[in-house]
């Protein structure tokens, strides 16, 4: 049986190295392990010796941070891992070019990195996101792996630093302080440019429903009360334009997330970082992840702010308000099947009750709803953490890490979730929503302009009172010749700006909507 590298059977590893059988609950699971799990070797750092399993590519200061961070259980999203790595091999090509970092290390710290942007060795980054601030636990987890392979690679034992080190050689004229905020950005630009596909998607999805039900009148509804009519297709027109709107937001980010501060090093300043490297290395990461990017114009500025951070955070926060409300709208318009509004049927995905035969409910706007609700969470927590920085350095990066990652891989894929199991396949309940439309006393407001609003409410008081359509009462009161009321209360008239029943035409944006 092979040693399991996680966090698992390293977390009761005492600070010393030693493994605590009376501190921990899990010596007799480790016990059980057959020799391999027993091998160490030994690493060092200026706090002093500690053992590392002997498998592992990690090293002593990843190892320390395992056993003092056992809080949440979560590692690094495989898209943060994948930037670190990315950020790790242009500054060793970067290092090298400038004639830092001699031919052999260089192009075996690149190709451990390639591995792991390759989806190899994920399963080493093992240290929680709730870490020391800035991230130096996570940086230097990438540093030990990336060092160990590349020994690997030249045919040196794991460990055997002085050949090649995690930090005078993996972090060559690097800070933690540069490196985590630059792989902040390179993740949030990859993502940002996932999410905008599937929101440009969800758009189009929205947009075809708009078209298909854009000949279907029912009453509108303000304060959850009936209020003038509507076109179905209207509303679906208004929720794509959000989601296009909330996109333009999110696009507007792209041009100072596309600023990178490495070669900043520990405060800015740059200290440390040979000028060559810092102006090769954005132009290698430009290559290697296909952005326009560019140095920061003032080191200190970003090194010490998040406000960039904030700001993508809060578009997305946008983005799940819009979402949200796409989604109790589909609930409340869905309710039923035979006491509520029965307007719209969502596709069934999956049975709703565990005793309730039958029942179906809105599980994907559900889904969607909660992932809302964890975005403006997260943006909450990143706006804190923004704020929470001191002088030089915002200390609370991995924070605003995790939260940033986390919301923008969960919109990406609920916007997609969102548009293919539910809004693509919804069903129109036509019929019910045309006579809810014609027993709905919203209508009356379009007798406003020719019989005023006092009168138009005697209508509507009288129709509610014996049961009748807004249309009916009107003609038995004799208020207008019947032709005038058929043309008022054509059901298209109702929906289109100006006044119903006139000669002149409506605004052009308010005509039926075209593929």
């Given at each position: 049986?092979?040693?399991n590298?996680?966090?698992?059977?390293?977390?009761f590893?005492?600070?010393?190295?030693?493994?605590?059988?009376?501190?921990?609950a899990?010596w007799l699971?480790?016990?059980l392990?057959?020799?391999?799990?027993?091998?160490?070797?030994?690493?060092?750092?200026?706090?002093?010796?500690i053992?590392?399993?002997?498998?592992?590519?990690?090293?002593v200061?990843?190892?320390?941070?395992?056993?003092?961070?056992?809080v949440?259980?979560?590692?690094?999203?495989k898209?943060?891992i994948t930037a670190?790595a990315?950020?790790?091999?242009?500054?060793?090509e970067a290092?090298?070019k400038?004639?830092?970092?001699?031919?052999k290390?260089?192009?075996?710290i690149?190709?451990?990195?390639?591995e792991?942007?390759?989806?190899k060795?994920?399963?080493?980054?093992v240290?929680?996101?709730?870490?020391a601030?800035?991230?130096t636990?996570?940086?230097m987890n990438?540093?030990?792996?990336?060092?160990?392979?590349?020994?690997?690679?030249?045919g040196?034992?794991?460990?055997s630093y002085?050949?090649?080190?995690?930090?005078d050689h993996?972090?060559?004229?690097?800070s933690?302080?540069d490196?985590?905020?630059t792989?902040?950005?390179?993740?949030?630009?990859?993502?940002?440019?996932d999410l905008?596909?599937?929101?440009?998607?969800?758009?189009?999805v929205?947009?075809t429903k708009?078209?298909?039900?854009?000949?279907?009148?029912?009453s509108?509804?303000t304060h959850?009360?009936?209020?003038?009519?509507?076109r179905?297709?209207?509303?679906?027109?208004a929720w794509?334009?959000?989601?296009a709107?909330?996109?333009e937001?999110?696009k507007?980010i792209i041009p100072?997330?596309s600023?990178?501060n490495?070669?900043?090093?520990?405060?800015?300043?740059g200290?440390?970082?040979?000028p060559k490297?810092v102006?090769?290395v954005?132009r290698i990461?430009?290559r290697?992840?296909?952005?326009?990017?560019k140095n920061?114009?003032h080191?200190?500025?970003m090194t010490?702010?998040?406000?960039?951070?904030?700001?993508?955070?809060?578009?997305l926060?946008?983005l799940?308000?819009d979402?949200?409300?796409i989604?109790?709208d589909?609930?409340l318009?869905a309710?039923g099947?035979k006491?509520?509004?029965?307007?719209?049927?969502?596709p069934?995905v999956q049975p709703?009750s565990?005793?309730?035969?039958g029942?179906v409910?809105?599980?994907?706007?559900?889904?969607?709803d909660?992932?809302?609700?964890?975005?403006?969470?997260?943006?909450?927590a990143?706006?804190l953490a923004?704020?929470?920085?001191q002088l030089e350095?915002n200390?609370?990066?991995?924070?605003?890490?995790y939260?940033l990652?986390?919301?923008?891989?969960?919109?990406?894929?609920?916007?997609?979730?969102l548009?293919?199991?539910c809004i693509?396949g919804i069903?129109a309940?036509?019929e019910?929503m045309e006579?809810?439309?014609?027993?709905?006393?919203?209508?009356?407001?379009?007798?406003?302009?020719?019989?005023?609003y006092m009168?138009?409410?005697?209508?509507?008081?009288?129709?509610?009172?014996?049961?009748k359509t807004?249309?009916?009462?009107a003609?038995?009161m004799?208020?207008?010749?019947?032709?005038?009321l058929d043309?008022?209360?054509?059901?298209y008239e109702?929906?289109?700006m100006?006044?119903a029943?006139?000669?002149k035409?409506?605004?052009e944006?308010?005509?039926?909507?075209?593929?």
């Amino acid at each position: 049986m092979q040693l399991n590298k996680n966090i698992e059977t390293s977390c009761f590893i005492s600070a010393d190295g030693k493994i605590n059988k009376k501190d921990s609950a899990n010596w007799l699971y480790c016990s059980l392990f057959s020799y391999n799990a027993m091998k160490y070797r030994v690493e060092h750092d200026y706090l002093g010796d500690i053992e590392v399993p002997e498998d592992a590519y990690w090293g002593v200061q990843t190892q320390r941070a395992v056993h003092n961070f056992p809080v949440s259980g979560i590692k690094p999203f495989k898209e943060y891992i994948t930037a670190t790595a990315t950020v790790k091999r242009a500054a060793a090509e970067a290092n090298w070019k400038a004639g830092m970092l001699d031919e052999k290390r260089a192009k075996a710290i690149m190709k451990a990195a390639d591995e792991i942007r390759q989806g190899k060795l994920h399963d080493q980054f093992v240290v929680d996101v709730y870490q020391a601030g800035a991230g130096t636990s996570h940086n230097m987890n990438a540093n030990e792996v990336i060092a160990n392979r590349a020994l690997e690679i030249i045919g040196e034992k794991k460990g055997s630093y002085n050949v090649i080190s995690p930090n005078d050689h993996v972090n060559m004229g690097q800070s933690t302080n540069d490196v985590i905020p630059t792989i902040i950005r390179v993740t949030s630009l990859g993502l940002v440019k996932d999410l905008l596909q599937q929101m440009s998607h969800l758009e189009n999805v929205l947009h075809t429903k708009a078209v298909e039900f854009d000949d279907i009148i029912k009453s509108g509804r303000t304060h959850l009360m009936d209020a003038a009519p509507i076109r179905l297709g209207q509303e679906f027109e208004a929720w794509a334009r959000m989601i296009a709107r909330d996109a333009e937001r999110i696009k507007s980010i792209i041009p100072r997330l596309s600023e990178m501060n490495i070669g900043a090093t520990a405060v800015g300043t740059g200290l440390n970082a040979d000028p060559k490297y810092v102006k090769y290395v954005v132009r290698i990461l430009s290559r290697l992840t296909g952005f326009k990017l560019k140095n920061a114009e003032h080191l200190p500025e970003m090194t010490q702010s998040a406000t960039d951070f904030v700001e993508l955070s809060a578009a997305l926060r946008n983005l799940a308000v819009d979402l949200i409300k796409i989604s109790n709208d589909l609930r409340l318009m869905a309710s039923g099947p035979k006491t509520g509004f029965a307007e719209i049927e969502l596709p069934a995905v999956q049975p709703g009750s565990s005793i309730m035969p039958g029942k179906v409910n809105p599980s994907i706007p559900e889904m969607v709803d909660m992932v809302g609700f964890q975005v403006i969470g997260n943006d909450a927590a990143i706006t804190l953490a923004g704020q929470a920085g001191q002088l030089e350095l915002n200390v609370m990066l991995p924070l605003i890490a995790y939260c940033l990652t986390h919301s923008l891989i969960i919109l990406k894929n609920t916007c997609t979730i969102l548009a293919d199991k539910c809004i693509a396949g919804i069903k129109a309940n036509r019929e019910r929503m045309e006579r809810l439309l014609h027993e709905s006393p919203g209508v009356a407001l379009a007798l406003n302009p020719y019989i005023g609003y006092m009168k138009a409410a005697e209508v509507v008081k009288k129709a509610l009172a014996e049961n009748k359509t807004i249309k009916d009462v009107a003609l038995e009161m004799r208020l207008l010749p019947k032709e005038q009321l058929d043309k008022i209360f054509d059901p298209y008239e109702l929906t289109r700006m100006g006044i119903a029943g006139s000669a002149k035409d409506g605004n052009e944006k308010n005509k039926p909507l075209t593929k």
